[in-house]
């Protein structure tokens, strides 16, 4: 599999759709529930990244996955790819090194940041060159 | 620390104490193997339940049902999505939120609060949750004279010494968010006072402010493999009533905690709408 570029980066545009999302839970107590997913993220606004993963910050309350990802003309940008909590990636059995995986390529598809900001997206799923994969969300969260 | 000190000699301790402990010992035995046959909950030489043990709360993840093929994962979105005929029918309605009530001239405040919780709740900014949002330990250390609670928390990892011998209120300590705990037994149950609160956390979300003169009383009560939880917030300045969490039931497990990740906000100036969702915790 080899380096592609990003597919609708259209991430210039301001949107203002509001979209809704179930709360995690509304009669537990949430370590998960820390802001609106809504509010940071567009969920019609979505795209593929394939790079290769550079960094795993394991921080709460929310993971960071940084992909680097050349474009067409071989420039590397960094993404940062925002992600679930630790404790929800340990009920998973997903460790720092799982998400590192070994430098291949990954196939990750991601949720534009609403605000614009270049190279922030949240992660549905993270899919390795040996073709396991992490889905870490759902599709339309 | 103040220890309170025996006023007997070192040898009249010695022999009193092996007096005191064929006793004991066999007053424990008799409490033991009647309770323990009963009731299959562990306790200690003094007969008071034995709450020591990692205990699984769903730290508010039990909705997260890992689905693992192969090496992969997949951790939230695993169902379909088209939903079958039976399962289109409308979902019962959730009964109202569980949150304190406040008086009327702190209505606005509170209000206000919720309205601007991305950037008014301590939580969502990694600070400690308090009591009782931080909700029942996750583990316990439990000795004849005080249990210690741990917290493997999303803002980080806390702790809380509490005697149970009977020692009054610590007078040398700061307000804090966790406060200052003592604790006694009523039959079974670990009643656990916290007072010397400062005013920097909240009591659930959606702006549940509290006052320093917060006092909490939790209710601990051991089952077999289970561990029963309720607090209940008095704040007369400003709530109508004393508060009384949803009761949760953490579950005895061997899979240890661990030193928390760093909690380090960086969404708040991303959030373009203030938008936020319910997060009682």
Redesign the interface.
Known sequence: MGDKTIVNPAIHVRWIAWIGIAALSSTTLSVAAHHSFAGEFDSTKKAQLVGTISQVEWINPHTYIHIDVKDEHGAVATWRLESLPTAMMRKAGLTKDLLMGDGSPVTADVILARDGTQNLAWVIKLAYADGHYYQLSAPQN | MHRKTSPLSLTETRGTCGALCVLLAASALSICGVAGAADGIPRMPDGHPDLSGTWD????????Q?K?V?????????EP?ARSASSAAPAAA??P?NRPKYRPEFAAKVADLSARQ?QTDPV?R?FSPGVP?I?PPDKIVQRSNEVVFLY????GNFFRIVPTDGRPHRKDVDDTSLGDAVAHWEGDTLVVESTSFNDETWLTDDGAFHTKDLRVVERIKRTKDALEWTATAYDPKVLVEPWTT?K?TAHLTDEEI?E?????????D????????????
């Not at chain 2, 090496?71 to 695993?78: A, F, H, K, L, T």
């Not at chain 2, 493997?152 to 803002?155: A, K, L, P, Q």
């Open positions: 709360n769903g730290s508010g993840i039990d909705f997260v890992p693992r192969g090496d992969s994962v997949c951790v939230r979105g695993c999505q959730s009964p939120p991305v969502l990694c949002r909700g493997d928390d999303v803002s949803t949760r661990v928390a990740a760093p909690c380090l906000e960086r969404d708040i991303h959030i373009v709408d203030g938008s936020h969702h319910t997060n009682p915790r």
